[in-house]
């Protein structure tokens, strides 16, 4: 499967921006989905994940509240709405395929490692 991360930008804090997935290669039901990012000298880190049905989703605490992963498989798209921006939000962010099973051991959907196809990332900037 291929994934096409868009929808970065430039915005304000406390402006929003949605970002999109698009999968290619197979259908996105196939695969629980994952969001990440990485800010410039850090480790990526995990933001958020959603089941293949979409009915289950967990976040970070840092994004809980103010970020929402959805997903449409008809259009074989992810999304991950963010609201409410904050300078530490600067990150390049991707979207992945999850290769476990289920999305209930968190130190699994949050493993780098558990991730098993990406996308290429969309770059996104909060300024103060």
């Known amino acids: 499967v291929q994934l096409q991360a868009s929808g970065g930008g430039l915005v304000q804090a406390g402006e929003s921006l949605r970002l999109s997935c698009a999968a290619s290669?197979?259908?996105?039901?196939?695969?629980?989905m994952g969001w990440f990012r990485q800010a410039p000298g850090k480790e990526r880190e995990f933001v958020t994940v959603?089941?293949?049905?979409?009915?289950?989703?967990f976040y970070a605490n840092s994004v809980r509240g103010r970020f929402t992963i959805s997903r449409d498989n008809a259009k074989n798209t992810l999304y991950l709405q963010m609201n409410n921006l904050k300078p530490e939000d600067t990150a390049v962010y991707y979207c992945?395929?999850?290769?476990?099973?289920?999305?209930?051991?968190?130190?699994?959907?949050?493993?780098?490692?558990?991730?098993?196809?990406w996308g290429q990332g969309t770059q996104v900037t909060v300024s103060s």
């Open positions: 992945a395929t999850y290769r476990e099973g289920n999305i209930l051991a968190k130190r699994n959907r949050e493993n780098v490692d558990k991730y098993e196809y």
């Open positions: 290669g197979r259908t996105l039901s196939s695969y629980h």
């Open positions: 959603i089941s293949q049905s979409g009915g289950t989703t």
